[in-house]
């Protein structure tokens, strides 16, 4: 009886405090409508109805209601200031509410800070001066959510909300690529959880990704999957509106026109329309007028943007001015008024940069405070083209202002996938700022213009690979170990969830995937707000200049950097004494010849004799015969080429077309840029060898043919009679080349490779197929520690081919070998014949035992090569040597032989006079 007394108690109790509870709740809710109604009809100010809510937010701190005294936080900045776009008394009233939590404790506390401070980044996010502060928000956000796990499951729509906001300010920042792993995240704990609240939102941001990517018919796919899962109006609005964009980008202005008018008509229906989304329709909607040329409707609709955006925000600052600004640019540019376009190109680069307060003449941006990168760009090139006639010198400092922007943007970001896509977005710019700065130096033949020609070149090139290589050289100075070991761990984390996804990938795999490359972000951010020398080396926008490689240069040597742009091709030569820049007209034609020639020199020769030479007399003609008399003072020729020229062996070219081989004259190696290959010094000189030959072994073939490979019974002979350490056949498996690699000071690979242009990743290297795990992946090859290999050997097929990515160069094997810390790769343009490449290899080693540097080891195995067996290109000219060239001091087997005969001769002669030996030890005694 007792015990049933005991639960009616308690059950009052409950419904009591519920009833409380659902009391409170009404009367919150009949305040707030009470003072819409009032705010509505001006009956009462903002300040007034916010002191409604303090002295509400009052009584139920006096009543210990913390739930409700909380919540009431985040419904005033929603209820007073974020209709209005407020965002700064938004943002000051969740600060307060934040403050009020100190004296809390428990689980529910943790929600609380969670929800306050996720609503405080996207406060400050809308704030176009506060970027800095909505990141470093966001960021406690998340790393307040790894440490509470919980949360997924206690508030599921929220984190999927932060996730998804978040996204959006790290695509506003300009890094699309790790944007991406933020949307992932938050659709795979919609799945997990089975939320449907705001899975509108986070399919459209992933649709921006692919559009971004230029993969339409995804981005559609997502946005019409969107569509029914909006709950509202406005909603629905945003996704039309987010339709209308994928089809101004895939130039179908009148489809998108079509979705631009379902958006508004949801819009005008919405119960609360916000102003942004108002602006933003008649943003995109000019956009499409813009590309059916209609420069009236165009000008009109842009300028009505603005208006609207000024008037309910009350400031021109930010993305959506500068987008609009830069869209009156283009209009005023086709109407041939270059003056007023050139007037709203400096307008959209004040609205994106926060530092700009002045009414002065706005120059150059401060990279740290631009909040919209993507418009500064367009409108700092769009500056530059204006400027091109009426001013070509500032025009071209112009493009320079522009590439440096680029490049300290790109440094943000911390993957390699995300520099590789943002340098394709801005690389059109390069191509024009070589055409200006070339202008004023053909004009005035000065240092200081060939000086700006030569940065351009260098920045154009291998920019991820030289931000990497930097990266490695300043770390371990400044950095704490601690923090590079919990890098490093991350690392590797991500490079074993990549490869899962690559054999046998799921959806969870690629959320794991998406957490560690936040985790890393996060890291990453940590580690430069905690090291500001590390912060001030990584960004300080160095590259070498042209006076500092001729002073590096050798005597003997010319340095010749190319860049082939859809126009036209340059050259820079450079030697001890004097340099000189070509241009040539016509780049598709050189193009279309370089092409034809590799198809030559690459195609496997049956009884034929060479059919190349002509070819290799007109490329001669055009890439080397206007500097000839430079090179004519030269032994070594160390060549930086570009786009297609990267799959070009020069050796190959002649003079006469009479199989006079540029081979026969020069010492030739290959750069990925004068800063990668004079300001790369190698720290610590190592000679040990490793081999690994996992098909040398023929009787095995039928084992390799299972997994798609053939036998290569030459591979073994290709160490000729180096001291070095080799795996064969079953002993070169990748956990033996995982446990013995490091610290080799060359690394020697004779077997497969296999190249993915279309995704690279999947490209890989081959060791003794060995169960499913015997594939080094790209990703693999990025993480490994080279940093004490001077030389890594890839005699496999193609190792020197991939995709060409703009501004980048070739995306092969081989420079991920330099990625990880390798200075020098010697490596394949086509699929190697084995025979003639182990006799190659055999000859290489042996004339670098012999003390000669690498570039011209290289050379002479190859001259050797065509003496004995033929004298067609596809057998020798495809081993090539990327990176410094060096002396590599190696023993050989003959000097061990040696030792031993020594030691052998020794042990005779001791024994034929061993009388004599032990009497004069014994006088010796006495």
């Not at 970027?131 to 966001?138: G, S, Y």
Request: include cysteine; hydrophobic fraction near 40%.
């Amino acid at each position: 009886m007792r015990k049933n007394l005991l639960i009616c108690v308690f059950a009052i109790c409950v419904l009591n405090v519920w009833a409380q509870s659902k009391d409170m709740a009404m009367q919150i809710q009949q305040l707030r409508e009470d003072i819409y109604t009032k705010l509505d009809n001006r009956q009462i100010t903002a300040e007034q109805a916010l002191k409604s809510y303090k002295s509400l937010q009052k009584k139920l701190l006096d009543q210990k209601d913390y739930d409700n005294y909380v919540n009431l936080f985040m419904l005033t900045a929603v209820d007073l200031y974020v209709p209005n776009d407020d965002y700064e008394s938004a943002a000051k009233i969740i600060t307060e509410g934040i403050d009020a939590l100190k004296s809390q404790t428990g689980e529910k506390k943790v929600v609380y800070f969670f929800k306050l401070n996720a609503e405080l980044s996207e406060y400050y996010r809308r704030i176009p001066s506060k970027l800095n502060l909505a990141e470093k928000h966001f960021k406690k956000g998340y790393d307040f959510f790894l440490q509470h796990k919980s949360l997924q499951k206690k508030i599921p729509a929220f984190i999927i909300t932060f996730l998804s906001n978040y996204g959006r300010l790290i695509d506003d920042l300009g890094d699309t690529e790790q944007s991406f792993y933020y949307f992932q995240q938050a659709r795979q704990i919609a799945k997990q959880e089975k939320i449907t609240l705001n899975q509108y939102a986070v399919l459209s941001n992933m649709a921006k990704y692919y559009r971004e990517k230029k993969q339409y018919e995804n981005a559609l796919g997502l946005l019409k999957e969107a569509l029914p899962l909006a709950e509202s109006d406005d909603k629905t609005a945003s996704i039309y509106l987010s339709i209308g964009r994928c089809y101004n980008q895939m130039n179908k202005p009148g489809e998108a026109l079509k979705a631009f008018t379902d958006a508004e008509k949801f819009y005008r229906k919405s119960k609360d329309p916000q102003p942004r989304m108002w602006v933003n329709i008649q943003t995109n909607r000019a956009e499409s007028y813009l590309q059916t040329d209609n420069l009236v409707k165009a000008e009109s609709t842009y300028k009505n943007a603005l208006k609207d955006f000024v008037r309910s925000f009350r400031h021109s600052h930010g993305i959506q001015v500068a987008k609009i600004e830069n869209g009156l640019s283009e209009i005023y540019k086709r109407k041939g008024n270059f003056k007023e376009a050139l007037a709203h190109s400096q307008k959209a680069m004040t609205a994106a940069d926060t530092s700009y307060t002045q009414t002065s003449v706005y120059t150059n941006p401060t990279f740290e405070a631009v909040n919209a990168p993507q418009e500064m760009f367009i409108a700092l090139n769009a500056k530059a083209d204006l400027l091109s006639s009426s001013d070509p010198a500032l025009s071209a400092d112009t493009y320079i202002t522009a590439i440096k922007f680029a490049t300290h943007l790109r440094k943000t970001f911390d993957m390699p996938e995300s520099k590789l896509f943002y340098s394709e977005k801005v690389y059109p710019v390069y191509e024009k700022a070589l055409s200006k700065i070339f202008e004023q130096w053909k004009a005035t033949q000065s240092q200081q213009w060939a000086e700006k020609f030569f940065y351009a070149m260098e920045a154009s090139k291998s920019a991820a690979l030289w931000d990497a290589v930097k990266e490695q050289k300043i770390r371990p100075e400044v950095l704490d170990k601690s923090l590079l070991d919990q890098e490093a761990t991350l690392r590797q984390k991500i490079v074993k969830l990549q490869i899962r996804l690559l054999e046998a990938g799921n959806e969870k795999t690629l959320s794991d995937l998406s957490d560690a490359k936040i985790q890393l972000n996060h890291l990453t951010k940590k580690i430069e707000q905690e090291s500001k020398n590390y912060y001030k080396l990584k960004y300080d926008n160095y590259m070498i200049s042209l006076k500092e490689t001729q002073q590096k240069i050798d005597k003997n040597t010319a340095f010749i950097s190319y860049f082939l742009g859809e126009s036209v091709l340059y050259y820079l030569v450079v030697d001890k004494e004097s340099y000189n820049i070509i241009k040539k007209e016509k780049a598709s034609e050189i193009h279309d010849l370089v092409l034809e020639l590799y198809a030559k020199v690459n195609t496997p020769p049956s009884i034929d004799a060479y059919k190349g030479h002509s070819l290799a007399k007109k490329t001669y003609d055009v890439l080397l015969a206007p500097i000839d008399g430079m090179l004519k003072k030269s032994k070594k020729l160390i060549i930086a080429r570009h786009d297609i020229l990267g799959f070009l062996p020069f050796e190959i070219l002649e003079k006469k077309g009479q199989s006079d081989y540029l081979l026969f004259d020069y010492t030739i190696s290959y750069a990925n840029s004068a800063s990668l290959q004079f300001d790369y010094a190698i720290i610590k000189p190592q000679s040990d060898i490793i081999a690994y030959a996992p098909f040398s072994n023929g009787k095995q073939s039928g084992i390799f043919r299972d997994k798609g490979f053939k036998t290569l019974p030459a591979s073994i002979n290709e160490m000729g009679e180096i001291n070095g350490e080799i795996f064969q056949d079953s002993k070169a498996t990748k956990l033996n080349f995982q446990e013995t690699y490091r610290n080799k000071g060359i690394i020697h690979f004779a077997t497969h490779a296999q190249v993915n242009d279309a995704e690279p990743l999947k490209s890989f290297i081959a060791l003794y197929p060995e169960g499913k795990d015997f594939k080094l992946y790209t990703p693999e090859l990025y993480n490994l520690s080279l940093e004490n290999t001077q030389l890594v050997v890839l005699s496999a097929c193609e190792t020197g081919k991939g995709q060409i990515r703009k501004g980048e160069g070739i995306i092969s094997l081989a420079r991920a070998f330099q990625f990880a810390g390798c200075p020098s790769v010697i490596t394949t343009l086509w699929n190697a014949h084995d025979e003639s490449i182990a006799k190659l290899s055999e000859k290489f080693y042996y004339y670098l035992k012999k003390g000669k540097p690498t570039d011209e080891a290289i050379r002479l195995s190859k001259i050797d090569l065509i003496k004995s067996e033929s004298d067609h290109p596809f057998y020798w000219s495809n081993f090539v040597l990327i990176g410094k060239s060096s002396i590599i001091p190696i023993a050989s087997n003959n000097i061990i032989y040696l030792w031993l005969s020594l030691f052998s001769a020794v042990l005779v002669c001791m024994y034929l006079f061993r009388a004599k030996i032990a009497a004069f030890f014994s006088n010796l005694s006495r």
